[in-house]
Structures are given as structure tokens and as C-alpha cells.
């Protein structure tokens, strides 16, 4: 297949566009290159790097156009990728995450190609049952609402000749050729491995779905090459866990780590656990658990794999 990776020079991307070069895929990513595009450099010739805003679709639908004229699949990360990023410009987040996504669609549906978009489980918000993906949704922040008013457009565009596939994903951890350095289990890896010291926000009971970057990378993979799926939305995550056990886990990496519990609530209220048995119904299983891929991370900054991970280059915000 040929296939259109929107932002796959991200932290996501970079993993998932060589899985798709090693499985024989024609690659094309399309991204505006805020964190550098240079990585993907040894991919070149197999993959075809454009450096290009995505709301071009807007201003200059035609060279659109003519990038997905060939495709089978778009794969769609391109995005304002977290809360604090997404605070800092909500309009912009507002057009990339939901304006553009909703255009791209459209321009797939027109051309009858495959759709994939790289949703959240933020889009729950704070809820204490295990929720599965009929649930209601409940953003909490401009990165969430406008996940889920993009996931909303997708939903109205879906007729019986085509519908897209949501995949809403858990928070990511693991390696990445372009690492971020700005999520849980990440940042943990990090002062972990420099300081033997993490911090947590108040008691840290609230609970997250996790997922292995490449176990995303696969999952995307997998619905690629998917001919039917029986449903237009699916949670991807390998474990829920609350912010003290993943503390834990590294404490039993790193027997000298200190926890350190601040005496201030944790600005990020999303409290969440996701049910992944519609995932694994359709025949797709996780591999890499926060444990492994904890260890992975450690051993990645330890061993200087990451160079002067502390840059602020790897924080998206
Ligand atoms: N990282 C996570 O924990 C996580 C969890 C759930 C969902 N997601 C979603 O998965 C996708 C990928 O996440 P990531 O962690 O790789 O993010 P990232 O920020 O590392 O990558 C996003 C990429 O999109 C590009 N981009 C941004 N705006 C663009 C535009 N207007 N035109 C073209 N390219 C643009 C950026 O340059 C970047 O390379 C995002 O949609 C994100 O919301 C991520």
C-alpha cells in the first residue's frame, strides 16, 4: 500500500514509519517539522519526506490533493499533541486538531481512501468505572475538546461505502528515535535515571491507560492492513495503572529512588481507566508492559542512547 503519514515525524510517527517500510508499505509523511524532520533521513529513499503545514488544506486544497492522489491509507498524528501545548494556542489547536483533521477526511472520503486518526483517551476526561468506547466522553482541556469534536466529524462523515477508524490512544511511553520527554512514565525514566528522584502531584491515585509507543505504532500497523473492522472506534492501551504504581515500578528498577509527594494537587485531573476488549475482540493484542518498557527507557538515558535528554527540545509545550 502506499500510505500517508500526517505528522510521522513526531514521537509516535518515528516509531511507527519504519514498522510500515519493513512490512514492504510505500510511505509518505506530511508534517511541518516542529521538532526537525532530520531523523528520518535514513529512511530516504523508501520514504518521502514533505516538510508542509496540514492546513494548507485549507489555503491550497489542490497540492493536497495532489499528496494523496496515490495513497490507500492515510494515517493521521499530525496534531497539537498535548494539554499544555494545546493551552498555549487554543485557536490553533482548534484548527489544526479539529478543522484540518475534519478537511483531511473529507478529502479521503472524496477519494475513497482508508482513514486513520490518532484519537485520545483524554476525550474521557475523569471517571471512576472501567469505560468502553459507547461511553460518554468528558474533556476536560483544548488538546481533549478537540479531540473530540474531530472524532465527532469523523462519526457524521461515515456512511456504508466508507468510514474511518479511530484509534483512541492510551498515554504513550518507550523510545523513540524523536523522544518527548513530557509523559509520565517518561519523564519518571528520566529523573529517575539523573537524580534517583521523582516527584508526584498529591497522592497520585488517579489512574491512566498506558500503551507502548511501538505497540501504538503496531496497532496502527494492524488496522491498515485490516480489510473490515467491525467498529469505527477502539480504546488502545495495555494496562491502566494509577500515577503510585508506576512510581513503584521504578522504585523496584532503581532501589535508590526517592518518591517525593508535593503538597499540591495535580493540575492534570484526567482519572481514567479504558476497557481494551474491543481491541482484542478484533484481534489485536498489546505486548510491552510499563515494567518493560520503564526498564527500556532507563537503560536508553543510562546508557546515552538519548543525548542531553534534559533539553528542553524534548518538551512539546
Ligand atoms: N503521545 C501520546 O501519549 C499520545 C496519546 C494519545 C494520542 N496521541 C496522539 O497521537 C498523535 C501523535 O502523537 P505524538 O506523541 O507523536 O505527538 P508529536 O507532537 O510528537 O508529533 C506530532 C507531529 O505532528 C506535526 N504537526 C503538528 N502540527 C502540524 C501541522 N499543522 N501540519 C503538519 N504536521 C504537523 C509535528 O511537527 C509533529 O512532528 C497525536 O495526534 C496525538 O494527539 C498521542
Same mark, same amino acid.
Request: hydrophobic share 40%.
Given at each position: 500500500?502506499?500510505?500517508l503519514?500526517t505528522?510521522?515525524a513526531?514521537?509516535?510517527g518515528s516509531?511507527?514509519?519504519?514498522?510500515l517500510?519493513?512490512r514492504?508499505?510505500r510511505? /509518505?509523511?506530511?508534517?511541518?517539522g516542529?521538532f526537525g524532520?532530520?531523523?528520518l533521513?535514513?529512511?530516504?529513499?523508501?520514504?518521502?519526506v514533505?516538510r508542509?503545514?496540514?492546513?494548507?488544506i485549507?489555503?491550497?486544497?489542490q497540492r493536497l490533493?495532489?499528496i494523496v492522489a496515490?495513497c490507500?491509507?492515510i494515517?493521521h498524528?499530525?496534531?497539537i499533541?498535548?494539554?499544555?501545548?494545546?493551552?498555549l494556542?487554543p485557536e490553533?489547536?482548534?484548527?489544526?486538531?479539529? /478543522?484540518?483533521?475534519?478537511?483531511?477526511a473529507e478529502t479521503a472520503k472524496?477519494?475513497?481512501?482508508k482513514?486513520?486518526?490518532?484519537?485520545?483517551?483524554?476525550?474521557?476526561?475523569e471517571?471512576?468505572?472501567?469505560?468502553v468506547e459507547?461511553?460518554a466522553?468528558a474533556?476536560?482541556?483544548?488538546?481533549?475538546?478537540?479531540?473530540?469534536m474531530?472524532?465527532?466529524?469523523l462519526k457524521?462523515?461515515?456512511?456504508?461505502h466508507?468510514s474511518p477508524?479511530i484509534?483512541?490512544?492510551g498515554?504513550?511511553?518507550g523510545?523513540?528515535? #524523536?523522544?518527548?520527554?513530557d509523559l509520565?512514565?517518561?519523564?519518571f525514566s528520566?529523573?529517575?535515571?539523573q537524580?534517583?528522584?521523582i516527584?508526584?502531584f498529591?497522592?497520585?491515585e488517579h489512574?491512566?491507560?498506558f500503551?507502548?509507543?511501538g505497540?501504538?505504532a503496531?496497532?496502527?500497523?494492524y488496522?491498515?492492513?485490516?480489510a473490515?473492522?467491525?467498529?469505527?472506534c477502539y480504546n488502545v492501551?495495555?494496562e491502566?495503572?494509577?500515577?503510585?504504581d508506576?512510581a513503584e +515500578?521504578?522504585? #523496584?528498577i532503581n532501589? /535508590?529512588l526517592s518518591v517525593?509527594?508535593?503538597?499540591?494537587p495535580?493540575?492534570d485531573h484526567r482519572?481514567y481507566?479504558?476497557?481494551?476488549? /474491543? +481491541?482484542r475482540?478484533?484481534?489485536?493484542?498489546?505486548?510491552v508492559?510499563?515494567r518493560?518498557?520503564?526498564?527500556?527507557?532507563v537503560e536508553a538515558?543510562v546508557?546515552g542512547?538519548?543525548p542531553?535528554?534534559e533539553?528542553?527540545?524534548?518538551r512539546?509545550?
Amino acid at each position: 500500500m502506499t500510505i500517508l503519514v500526517t505528522g510521522g515525524a513526531g514521537y509516535l510517527g518515528s516509531v511507527l514509519v519504519p514498522k510500515l517500510v519493513a512490512r514492504g508499505h510505500r510511505v /509518505r509523511v506530511l508534517d511541518v517539522g516542529y521538532f526537525g524532520l532530520g531523523h528520518l533521513g535514513q529512511l530516504k529513499p523508501a520514504v518521502e519526506v514533505i516538510r508542509g503545514d496540514l492546513r494548507l488544506i485549507r489555503t491550497s486544497p489542490q497540492r493536497l490533493h495532489e499528496i494523496v492522489a496515490d495513497c490507500d491509507c492515510i494515517i493521521h498524528l499530525a496534531a497539537i499533541s498535548n494539554d499544555p501545548s494545546a493551552e498555549l494556542n487554543p485557536e490553533l489547536t482548534d484548527e489544526v486538531n479539529f /478543522r484540518a483533521t475534519s478537511a483531511l477526511a473529507e478529502t479521503a472520503k472524496a477519494a475513497g481512501i482508508k482513514f486513520i486518526f490518532s484519537s485520545s483517551c483524554s476525550v474521557y476526561g475523569e471517571e471512576s468505572e472501567k469505560l468502553v468506547e459507547g461511553d460518554a466522553v468528558a474533556p476536560l482541556t483544548a488538546y481533549a475538546v478537540s479531540k473530540v469534536m474531530a472524532e465527532q466529524a469523523l462519526k457524521e462523515l461515515a456512511d456504508a461505502h466508507w468510514s474511518p477508524i479511530i484509534l483512541r490512544n492510551g498515554t504513550l511511553f518507550g523510545y523513540s528515535p #524523536r523522544m518527548r520527554f513530557d509523559l509520565v512514565v517518561n519523564i519518571f525514566s528520566l529523573y529517575s535515571a539523573q537524580h534517583n528522584e521523582i516527584k508526584i502531584f498529591g497522592n497520585g491515585e488517579h489512574w491512566r491507560p498506558f500503551l507502548h509507543v511501538g505497540d501504538c505504532a503496531r496497532a496502527f500497523v494492524y488496522f491498515a492492513e485490516l480489510a473490515e473492522p467491525q467498529h469505527l472506534c477502539y480504546n488502545v492501551a495495555h494496562e491502566n495503572l494509577r500515577v503510585i504504581d508506576v512510581a513503584e +515500578l521504578f522504585r #523496584r528498577i532503581n532501589p /535508590r529512588l526517592s518518591v517525593v509527594h508535593l503538597d499540591m494537587p495535580d493540575a492534570d485531573h484526567r482519572n481514567y481507566q479504558v476497557s481494551t476488549r /474491543r +481491541l482484542r475482540a478484533e484481534g489485536f493484542k498489546t505486548q510491552v508492559s510499563v515494567r518493560y518498557g520503564a526498564e527500556e527507557m532507563v537503560e536508553a538515558i543510562v546508557s546515552g542512547l538519548i543525548p542531553n535528554p534534559e533539553s528542553i527540545y524534548y518538551r512539546n509545550a
